[in-house]
């Protein structure tokens, strides 16, 4: 039986051209900035990022923490979504690690927060309160269905970080698929933010990785805090070569997953106990729920499992599928099936 897993884009595997590159990849020690295909890869991402320099870092999570880490000091503030990635799935690393107090603001369904709500969470200088230093966007937006945050919007925020005094950190794990999605270049997506995060190892398959994109001083200072937090690697090359193939090769494709995944959800809008809103769905991403009495979302799961096909169950109603590199249309119409099937024999 084929497993089609639609769990996560980072279940994705390597391809061929990632396994060769990482065989005959030119290797040294990167501590020392002494890996020729780590220094190529960061020099890439940069230019694609439209920032200055470039690090390679183990996984979002440790791009995101390192981030914030550099740009704020103990007891300082960071302002970000109550449904950021950073806020709700990295284990509270910047209050544990770095003592920076998060300020949530309201998620809106698109991935953004009112620009009202993030002027209002901004502390005035009274000695009662923390300094706030920063702001965090995250595009697309992983909880609010893979919305893709707009140029226009990223440059209200960076306006309104720039008004404040603010700098602005931009989770941008799935940067690309926002591009792909908008038919924009990801340049105008980053130009308002002083630092930029995205994963190599989501839809662009890469088995491990992330960057961070910033100004030289940014990225001098980012790479001591990436030493404090042990992320400092030796022949980190090996994990470049796989990056490379990524930037280059794997980003145009993310249409595919987009289509499919508008595709998972139309298929999934048809069948009776369950729920979608098919027309919001435009990256990779697709949250649907169950009709609350039919079945349990973990049943589903359980069931659909048992035919073959993985999803996350993410609440008693709530679930996720995820489409990327490996997944066809065929894979699509075949999961759609066995969800039906599922569904109707609750
Ligand atoms: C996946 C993800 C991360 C973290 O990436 P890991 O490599 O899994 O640590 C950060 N931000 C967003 C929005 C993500 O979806």
């Known amino acids: 039986m084929k497993i089609i897993d639609l769990r996560s884009d980072t279940v994705t595997l390597p391809t061929s051209e990632m396994l060769n590159a990482i065989c005959t990849a030119e290797l040294g020690d990167d501590v020392f900035s002494e890996d020729p295909t780590v220094n190529r890869l960061e020099g890439l991402a940069a230019e694609r990022m439209g920032k200055e320099a470039a690090l390679l870092v183990v996984s979002g999570t440790m791009a995101n923490l390192v981030c914030v880490l550099t740009h704020c000091r103990r007891g300082e503030e960071v302002i970000l979504g109550d449904l950021s990635h950073t806020f709700l799935y990295e284990a509270?690393?910047?209050?544990?690690?770095g003592g920076?107090?998060?300020h949530t603001v309201g998620n809106q369904g698109d991935g953004t927060m009112a620009l009202e709500d993030i002027e209002a969470a901004i502390r005035q200088d009274n000695v009662h309160f923390p300094r706030t230093r920063l702001i965090c966007?995250?595009?697309t937006h992983n909880r609010c269905g893979g919305a893709p945050l707009t140029v226009e919007y990223s440059d209200s925020v960076a306006a309104l970080a720039k008004e404040h005094g603010l700098r602005l950190h931009l989770d941008g794990a799935r940067i690309f698929n926002a591009a792909v999605a908008l038919g924009t270049d990801v340049k105008e997506l980053?130009?308002?933010?002083?630092?930029?995060?995205?994963?190599?190892?989501k839809g662009l398959s890469a088995p491990v990785g992330s960057v961070i994109c910033g100004s030289p001083e940014f990225i001098a200072e980012a790479k001591r805090t990436r030493k404090v937090l042990g992320g400092g690697m030796r022949q980190a090359g090996i994990i470049a070569a796989a990056g490379i193939v990524a930037m280059e090769e794997m980003v145009d494709r993310l249409a595919e997953d987009h289509k499919n995944a508008k595709l998972l959800a139309e298929g999934i809008a048809e069948i009776e106990g369950l729920s979608v809103d098919a027309a919001s769905v435009q990256t990779d991403i697709v949250y649907f729920d169950v009709t609350p009495g039919r079945i349990t979302a973990d049943e589903l799961v359980r069931r659909m499992s048992d035919m073959g096909v993985k999803i996350l169950c993410l609440g008693p109603t709530r679930l996720r599928a995820v489409t990327h590199y490996g997944?066809?249309?065929e894979?699509?119409?075949?999961?759609v099936e066995v969800m039906r099937r599922a569904v109707r024999s609750a």
């Open 100 to 102: 920076i107090h998060p």
């Open 92 to 97: 509270g690393g910047v209050s544990a690690l």
């Open 327 to 329: 997944v066809t249309s």
């Open 190 to 201: 980053t130009r308002g933010a002083d630092s930029v995060a995205f994963c190599l190892s």
């Open 331 to 335: 894979d699509i119409a075949a999961a």
């Open 137 to 139: 966007l995250e595009n």
